[in-house]
C-alpha cells in the first residue's frame, strides 16, 4: 500500500478557557456595521469576456500574499511576482525547478498561503508527492522551509495537488487515487490508504511538530482510517476550493471513461467532513464498481465525455465574489482542460444552472483558475498565457 510520511503529529486542540475577571474588562463597544454581501446573480444573464494579461511558463496556481504581493506558480517549479495592473512580472519569490519536473501529471501542482506561511504541493523527480511549508520573513517571502509531508505515489497520474486555506484556517490538500485507471488499488473507498482523499491538517511550521491533526478530522484517533483525511473516494481532484462568503466547498473530480463531475460541499454542513465522493464504487452519479457507498454524496453537476456540453477531463474553479461582473456573482466557474471552454454553474435559490459562455481560454490547455488581489477571476492554460475573465 503507498504510504504517507509525515512529521511527528498530535491530535490535541489549543484550549481557550475563559477567565471570569477578562471577561468583565472585555471591551463593550460593538463592531463596526459591515454592509451585507451582495446577492447572487443571474448567470443566465451575465456576459463575460476574456483578456490575455501575460505569458509565464505552464501557469498552474496563484495566491495574493499577505504583504499584497500577486503570485503565480509555474508547473516547472518557480513563483513569481505578478503586477496585477500590467501583467509585469517582477522577483522570482521562490525557485525549486531543479527538484521537480513537469511532465504529464507531475511538477509543482498547487500552492496556498495564510499570515504565517506559504504552502507548496509538488512532485519530486522520482514521482513522490512532497507538500512543504516556507515561513514568511519580515519581507513577506518565502524564508524557513520544512517539509510536512510526503506521499508515494504508485503510478504518474492522479496526482491531485491542489492545496486550500479553508474557513477554519487549515490547510486541506487533494490526493488522487495513485494512478493507471480503475483505481487498481481501491484507495478511493479505502480509509486506511490516503491515497483517493483530501486531507485535512492543521500546520504549525514553527511550532515543535510540522502539523497536529484536527481532533474532528473523522478519522483523527487512526483507528478506522489515516488521521489527516477529511473526505474519500476522490479520483483526481483537479481543482477544489472555497466560498469565501458560504464555506461551501467545490470539488471537481476527474472521471475515467464517461463522466465528469462537480461536487458542492455545503459550509452549513461542516462542508463536507466525513463525506465519501464515490469513487471507484461511482462515476458521477452512475454505478462503476459497485453499489452507492455510505455518506455517498452525489455530484451537483455531471457531464459526459459524449453528450453536450463534453469534454474529458473537468478542471475546477471558483465561486464569484469580484464586483466586476455582478451578474456571475455566487456562480462557480469552471471548465474542461481538452475543451478549455468557459463554464458556470449557479445553485441560487435551490436550482442548478449550467451556463458555457461559448468562449475557448487563449492557448487553450485549460489548467486552473484563481483570483487577482482585486478579486477578479484568472485562468490559466499550461501553454503559457494568463487571462482575465471580465465583463463582456
Known amino acids: 500500500m503507498p504510504s504517507v510520511t509525515t512529521t511527528p503529529t498530535s491530535t490535541s486542540g489549543a484550549d481557550s478557557p475563559t477567565d471570569d475577571a477578562d471577561a468583565e474588562d472585555a471591551p463593550t463597544t460593538a463592531p463596526e456595521t459591515l454592509p451585507p454581501p451582495p446577492a447572487d446573480g443571474d448567470v443566465g444573464a451575465a456576459s463575460v469576456a476574456i483578456e490575455q494579461l501575460l505569458l509565464l511558463d505552464q501557469p498552474i496556481d496563484t495566491v495574493v500574499a499577505p504583504n499584497g504581493e500577486w503570485w503565480i506558480a509555474q508547473r516547472t517549479g518557480e513563483i513569481v511576482v505578478v503586477d496585477p495592473d500590467t501583467g509585469e512580472t517582477g522577483a522570482t519569490v521562490l525557485d525549486i525547478s531543479a527538484e521537480t519536473q513537469a511532465s504529464g501529471e507531475r511538477g509543482l501542482l498547487g500552492m496556498a498561503i495564510d499570515t504565517e506561511a506559504l504552502y507548496v504541493n509538488f512532485t519530486d523527480l522520482s514521482g513522490t508527492t512532497h507538500v512543504e511549508s516556507w515561513l514568511l520573513d519580515e ?14 505515489q504508485p503510478f504518474s497520474n492522479h496526482n491531485g495537488g491542489g492545496l486550500a486555506i479553508g474557513p477554519d484556517d487549515h490547510l486541506y490538500i487533494g490526493v488522487g487515487d495513485g494512478g493507471s485507471g480503475g ?127 463534453g469534454g474529458c477531463s473537468v478542471t475546477g474553479g471558483v465561486a464569484y465574489r469580484g464586483s466586476a461582473i455582478p451578474q456571475l456573482v455566487g456562480s462557480y466557474v469552471f471548465g474542461d482542460f481538452c475543451t478549455s471552454t468557459l463554464w458556470a454553474v449557479s445553485t441560487a435559490g435551490g ?22 488581489p482585486s ?15 471580465v465583463p463582456g
Open 375 to 389: 478579486g477578479e477571476l484568472v485562468v490559466f492554460s499550461l501553454d503559457g498565457p494568463v487571462s482575465r475573465i
Open 183 to 309: 483505481d487498481p488499488l481501491g484507495a478511493g473507498q479505502d480509509p486506511t490508504n490516503i491515497l483517493g482523499s483530501i486531507l485535512r491538517i492543521d500546520p504549525t511550521p514553527s511550532g515543535p511538530a510540522a502539523y497536529e491533526i484536527p481532533p474532528d478530522n473523522p478519522y483523527a484517533d487512526g483507528t478506522e482510517g489515516q488521521p489527516e483525511i477529511f473526505i474519500i473516494g476522490a479520483r483526481n481532484p483537479w481543482r477544489f476550493s472555497f466560498d469565501p462568503q458560504t464555506d461551501d466547498l467545490w470539488v471537481a473530480d476527474v472521471g475515467q471513461d464517461l463522466f465528469e463531475e462537480v461536487n458542492l460541499l455545503l459550509g452549513a454542513n461542516g462542508w463536507g467532513i466525513g463525506s465519501n465522493l464515490g469513487w471507484n464504487l461511482r462515476e458521477g452519479t452512475h454505478e462503476f464498481a459497485g453499489e452507492r457507498p455510505d455518506a455517498n454524496v452525489d455530484p451537483v453537476f455531471e457531464y459526459s465525455h459524449r453528450g453536450d456540453p
Open 351 to 372: 436550482v442548478v444552472e449550467f451556463r458555457s459562455f461559448g468562449i475557448e481560454i487563449p492557448g487553450a490547455n485549460l489548467a486552473g483558475f484563481g483570483v487577482d
Open 139 to 152: 519581507q513577506g517571502r518565502p524564508g524557513e522551509r520544512r517539509l510536512l509531508l510526503t506521499i508515494d
